[in-house]
C-alpha cells in the first residue's frame, strides 16, 4: 500500500515563508513526476507546480520566482518551498507522485495540509 503523507502547512503572515514535505511510502518501485496541488474555499482544485524524475520543473505563473519545487529521491520526498506568500496563497496543498508498484503505474495523492496567510 502505497501512502503520501504531507508537512509543514501552518499559519503564516504576508510576506513570510513556508516549506511543505511530501514523503511517499510502501511498496514503491519507481516514482515519476511529482507535483503540488491546491484548491482554495469555493475554488477548483489547481496545478501550482511539477517536477519530473530527472528534475525539470514548471510552475504555475502567479508562484514563479516565489515557489521552488524540490525533491529527493534517496527519501522519496518532495518539497515546496513557498516565498513572499500573499493571502491569495491560502489554500489546501496537496501532494501528487506517479508511482509504479508490483500492480502497475498509477497517481496517488496526499491528505492535504492547510496554508493560510494572513494580511
Known amino acids: 500500500q502505497v501512502q503520501l503523507v504531507e508537512s509543514g502547512g501552518g499559519l503564516v503572515q504576508a510576506g513570510g515563508s513556508l516549506r511543505l514535505s511530501c514523503a511517499a511510502s510502501?511498496?514503491?518501485?519507481?516514482?515519476?513526476?511529482m507535483g503540488w496541488y491546491r484548491q482554495a474555499p469555493g475554488k477548483q482544485l489547481e496545478l501550482v507546480a511539477t517536477i519530473t524524475s530527472g528534475g525539470s520543473t514548471d510552475y504555475r505563473d502567479s508562484v514563479k520566482g516565489r515557489f521552488t519545487i524540490s525533491r529527493d529521491n534517496a527519501k522519496r520526498t518532495v518539497y515546496l518551498q513557498m516565498n513572499s506568500l500573499k493571502p491569495d496563497d491560502t489554500s489546501v496543498y496537496y501532494c501528487?507522485?506517479?508511482?509504479?508498484?508490483?500492480?502497475?503505474?498509477?497517481?496517488?495523492w496526499g491528505q492535504g495540509t492547510q496554508v493560510t496567510v494572513s494580511s
Open positions: 510502501g511498496s514503491i518501485a519507481g516514482i515519476g513526476a
Open positions: 501528487q507522485a506517479n508511482i509504479l508498484t508490483m500492480k502497475g503505474r498509477g497517481d496517488y
